[in-house]
């Protein structure tokens, strides 16, 4: 039986609820069309990776012919909805000639989410103190 992947991942003042399909910045939902939250889930579901454009393609519209725009204009939208901006990304990074990767900030708790951080991420606070939800 497949192990269930994460069902939220929090850090600084973002929450990303993959169960909810809701994306939370700054205490405010962040309205996603359906294909960019699949984008951000699979972006942030597996943070430090890098996903080929075909490969994020094909996981979210499947077999359908896509443009890469339509892709250009969801990282965009994603971009937007986290407060990043594409010329200084913290989060969302393009990786020319290849595609995309998610990168959680350095000081991202991972008490606070079920995913893995990323390579280099270090524990804000110790893993038993309580974490304020709001």
Known sequence: MPQPGP???SF???????????????GAEQP???KAF?????????PGRVFARDEILDAVWGHRH?????????MSLLRHALGED?????????????GYRFDLPVAAD???????????????????APRKTG
């Open 66 to 74: 896509v443009t890469p725009g339509a892709l250009n204009r969801i």
């Open 12 to 26: 600084e003042d973002t929450v990303v609820d993959f169960a909810g399909r809701r994306l939370l910045h700054g």
């Open 38 to 46: 699949a984008v951000l889930a699979l972006l942030a579901g597996a």
């Open 110 to 128: 991972p008490a606070a989410t079920d995913a893995e951080p990323a390579v280099g991420a270090r524990a804000a606070a110790p893993a038993h």
């Open 86 to 98: 594409a010329q200084h990304p913290r989060l969302v990074h393009t990786v020319h000639g290849t």
């Open 7 to 9: 069902t939220r991942l």
């Open 32 to 34: 996603l069309e359906p």
